[in-house]
Structures are given as structure tokens and as C-alpha cells.
């Protein structure tokens, strides 16, 4: 990565760190470097790259944009956000324990609580809003604070600042999942976290076309010991992927912008709606994050959960309803999506600590037109207006 870039705005750097023009032919983007070996000069004279598990060009200009983006020394792309993950539980050994956010994104949950703690790994799940709760859960053998914020699918906030000065003194590394602001909203290692995780299948990626994951950081030996890990272990993203993402990040911040800003006036016309209950944002001023995130992001982004009053059926039958929001998993797209984590993204964590309400929907907000977006919304709960009106 040259280093002109660094003193360069975030929007320029989203389109030009870690991307110089092609050497060979000036091609402006990035070539797709689909090939699994290079041609070695000799014998004892390796190039740059070698092998398409341990590194590949495309891959390396995807690293080091995010990177960049997050502030970052170093960063590392996978094949998805929990290849991520898994890749750094391997900084782990048993007897070490887990200080894990009570509403973590659900295949973390289930990594932490039915992959590694058979290897000997205990965990905690806290509320890591609350400062207190984090502070009790520490324990001597704690080695891994697993952030999320903002939390799905509560849109929860965690005081990034208020965690990492709590293990000052403790040799515990705090982790910060950022997919739900991405590194044009916050950037974790600037508050005193010590890696950041993407999920680059959401924002960073941004067209709902791609599988991927990033872990940035600025520590030279925790790199090391990741990259070792996952050349010995094999989750890397393919060339093709990682140019996709790439594509995707030069117009992160325009997208972000348009999110936010429609996500607030979605969840401002959600709180005024009798069908529903609670809206969960925390760009609405009402949201006990809301303080803290005005203070660490740029922006609120483009997630939004609300209850209906009324049962599951209501819910279920409201998800049902939306022409534009469409029913699926996943989030952080252009196009605007709605699920129930209930029966959804949260399905794995049913009958544990970490279950989720029935009547809670998770909306994505996406970039389409504003008033279509609240139009649809609008539509899809007037069914339930007369239904609910008893209660
Ligand atoms: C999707 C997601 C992940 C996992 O990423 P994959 O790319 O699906 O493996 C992790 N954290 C959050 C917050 C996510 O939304």
C-alpha cells in the first residue's frame, strides 16, 4: 500500500488504497488474478507470490483497502465473516475463557457455544451495554472480549472506548465485529479495540453477491500467527470474490449515507405507527445507545428492528406482506430486506440465553426512494391496524 493514500480522505481512499493501476497493461481496476500458482524465477529465488492459498494480488489490494479504510496496519480477507472468526478463536488455547455480547450475531453464537468451547474454552454471554456487567464477567483466564456494536438484532450499543479501558490491564484482546456500522461509520481500533472483524458479504460488499469476511488489526505478531492459521487451515476467499468486494467498497460511503438516512425516517415512521410496539434504532433519540453512538459513529446506519403488538402470526404475517422489503436473511445490500430472527437468523439460539421476542422484525434498510420504502411498510401493517386495535 503506498503511503500517499493514508493522508487522503475516507471517500478517495475507499476507490484508490491498496488499487494502483495494473504494472503490466495500466488496466484502472483491479485485475481478477484467477490463478492458483505463479511462475517462480528459480529454484531459490521465489517472487512476491507463490501459491493462491497463502496469497493472491486481488486479495492482497482487498486487505489493504480495508485496512486503510479502518485505520488498520495490516488486514486479512476469508472466505466469509465466520471463517473470520474461526481464524481468530485459533489466537485461543483451552482453559481460556470468552467474554461474548448476549445478542451476538447467531453464528457466532453458535461457533462460540457449539464449536470451540468443546475444545476447552468457557464463555460468558453479557449485555455489553451495560459497562458493569463486562467488568464482572473478566475473569484471570479471559483472552477474548467479543464485541458487537451496534448488536443484532437489537441495534444495541456498546461503549467501544468504555470496553477497551477496561482492559488496560488485563492481557484480554478486545474484538469488535463492525459489520453493522462498517469502517465508514466507526472504527473500532481507534477507540482501543484490538482487531475488527467485517463480515464483507453486507456493506463492504454491498450488492447481496458475495460470501466474505475481513479481520484488520494493527499488532505485527497477531498477524502472524492469523495468517499462519489460515494458510495451514485453508479458509481464504477466491479471487473473484474478493474483486467483488473491492467493486463494492468504492462507493461505501455514498451507500452509507443513503442507508442512514433512510433507515432514521423508516424507524421515525415506525414509532408512530399504532401496530407497532417498540422500534429498535439508534439514531432515534429515545434509544439508551443513542449518546454513546452520536459519540463513537458517524451515522446511525441502515438496520432497524421493531415488535408488533399482537403474536407471532402478526409478525409472520407482516413479513409476508412487503413488496419491496423482500423476506430474507442477510442485510447491509442496496436492496431493502426484512426477517423474522425468530425463526431466522436467530433460529439457533431458540431455548438458550440468547433467544430473541416472536413479534421482533429485522428490516435492512436499503437505497431505494425513501417514500416507496415507508409506502410498503405502510401497506404491509395497515392489515393489522383493526387486529391489534383491542389491545
Ligand atoms: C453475517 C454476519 C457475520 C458472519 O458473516 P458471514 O459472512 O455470513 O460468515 C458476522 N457478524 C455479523 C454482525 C454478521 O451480520
Request: hydrophobic share 40%; glycine share 10%; charged share 20%.
Amino acid at each position: 500500500m503506498t503511503a500517499d493514500w493514508q493522508r487522503t480522505a475516507f471517500e478517495t481512499r475507499a476507490i484508490h488504497a491498496g488499487q494502483e493501476p495494473d504494472p503490466t497493461t495500466g488496466a484502472i481496476t483491479t485485475p481478477i488474478y484467477q490463478t492458483s500458482t505463479f511462475v517462480q524465477k528459480g529454484v531459490d529465488e521465489l517472487g512476491t507470490y507463490e501459491y493462491g492459498r497463502t496469497h493472491n494480488p486481488t486479495r492482497t489490494a482487498l486487505q489493504d483497502v480495508v485496512a486503510s479504510l479502518e485505520g488498520a496496519a495490516w488486514g486479512l480477507a476469508y472466505a466469509s465473516g465466520l471463517a473470520g472468526t474461526q481464524n481468530i478463536s485459533y489466537l485461543l488455547a483451552p482453559g481460556d475463557h470468552i467474554v461474548l455480547t448476549d445478542d451476538a450475531y447467531g453464528g457466532t453464537h453458535r461457533f462460540v457455544a457449539k464449536v470451540i468451547s468443546r475444545y476447552g474454552i468457557d464463555y460468558s454471554l453479557v449485555d455489553m451495554s451495560d459497562l458493569e456487567q463486562i467488568r464482572a464477567a473478566i475473569r484471570p483466564e479471559t483472552r477474548l472480549v467479543w464485541a458487537e456494536t451496534p448488536t443484532n438484532p437489537y441495534l444495541k450499543i456498546v461503549d467501544i472506548r468504555g470496553v477497551a479501558d477496561l482492559l488496560q490491564n488485563h492481557p484480554a484482546l478486545l474484538v469488535v465485529d463492525n459489520t453493522f456500522a462498517s469502517p465508514f461509520l466507526q472504527n473500532p481500533l481507534a477507540l482501543g479495540a484490538d482487531l475488527v472483524l467485517h463480515s464483507s458479504t453486507k456493506y463492504l460488499g454491498g450488492h447481496a453477491d458475495v460470501v466474505g469476511g475481513v479481520v484488520v488489526g494493527n499488532d505485527p505478531e497477531i498477524y502472524e500467527t492469523l495468517k499462519f492459521h489460515q494458510n495451514a487451515g485453508g479458509a481464504v476467499p477466491g479471487p473473484f470474490d474478493c474483486w467483488l468486494v473491492l467493486r463494492g467498497i468504492k462507493t461505501l460511503p455514498v451507500r452509507m449515507e443513503r442507508h442512514s438516512r433512510n433507515a432514521l425516517a423508516v424507524a421515525e415512521f415506525l414509532q408512530g405507527h399504532p401496530a407497532v410496539r417498540h422500534v429498535f434504532y439508534p439514531g432515534l433519540p429515545g434509544h439508551p445507545g443513542h449518546d454513546v453512538a452520536a459519540r463513537q459513529m458517524r451515522d446511525f446506519s441502515g438496520m432497524v428492528s421493531f415488535t408488533v403488538r399482537g403474536d407471532f402470526q402478526t409478525a409472520a404475517e407482516v413479513a409476508r406482506s412487503t413488496r419491496v422489503f423482500q423476506l430474507a436473511v442477510s442485510l447491509g445490500g442496496v436492496e431493502s430486506l426484512i426477517e423474522h430472527p425468530g425463526q431466522m437468523t436467530h433460529a439457533s439460539v431458540a431455548g438458550t440465553e440468547a433467544e430473541v421476542e416472536d413479534t421482533l422484525l429485522r428490516l435492512s434498510v436499503g437505497i431505494e426512494n425513501e417514500a416507496d420504502l415507508i409506502g410498503d411498510l405502510a401497506q404491509a401493517l395497515e392489515v393489522l391496524v383493526p387486529a391489534t386495535a383491542i389491545r
